[in-house]
């Protein structure tokens, strides 16, 4: 069911672990509202401006660390879009990802752990 197991990213770069309340880099979004007077009257237009959405994710504390260090940047290798708390947002779907990869992770070294008594090791 699962699609080759690297497509989604469970791992925080900056922790090298899985993801631990995942804070995903969606956009950064500048609002620059500008007041402008047509005939007497006051018009206020919003221009909004957006940069990235390069969508990767981190764990919480590791984004929130990072960013007070003073880098504005994706910390993801080859990435470098700017990122911020701001256009980040805690993304609970990959939050439910990692729980049930947890699990089967744990599920797995169970079963390992069984196996491992009937396993033959041929050597040579
Ligand atoms: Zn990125």
Redesign the pocket.
């Given at each position: 069911m699962e699609v080759s197991g690297m497509t989604v990213n469970l791992r925080c770069p900056l922790l090298q672990r899985y993801l631990k309340e995942p804070t995903t880099?969606y956009v950064l979004c500048q609002t620059i509202p500008r007041p402008a007077d047509v005939f007497g009257r006051t018009i206020l237009t919003v221009f909004v401006t957006c940069r990235t959405e390069?969508?990767?994710s981190y764990s919480r504390v590791a984004i929130v660390d990072y960013l007070r260090r003073g880098t504005k940047q994706?910390p993801?290798p080859g990435?470098g879009?700017p990122?911020s708390l701001s256009g980040s947002q805690r993304d609970e779907e990959l939050e439910a990802s990692v729980r049930a990869a947890q699990r089967r992770e744990v599920m797995a070294t169970r079963v390992s752990v069984d196996v491992s008594d009937e396993d033959d090791e041929v050597v040579g």
């Amino acid at each position: 069911m699962e699609v080759s197991g690297m497509t989604v990213n469970l791992r925080c770069p900056l922790l090298q672990r899985y993801l631990k309340e995942p804070t995903t880099s969606y956009v950064l979004c500048q609002t620059i509202p500008r007041p402008a007077d047509v005939f007497g009257r006051t018009i206020l237009t919003v221009f909004v401006t957006c940069r990235t959405e390069c969508r990767h994710s981190y764990s919480r504390v590791a984004i929130v660390d990072y960013l007070r260090r003073g880098t504005k940047q994706c910390p993801m290798p080859g990435c470098g879009q700017p990122v911020s708390l701001s256009g980040s947002q805690r993304d609970e779907e990959l939050e439910a990802s990692v729980r049930a990869a947890q699990r089967r992770e744990v599920m797995a070294t169970r079963v390992s752990v069984d196996v491992s008594d009937e396993d033959d090791e041929v050597v040579g």
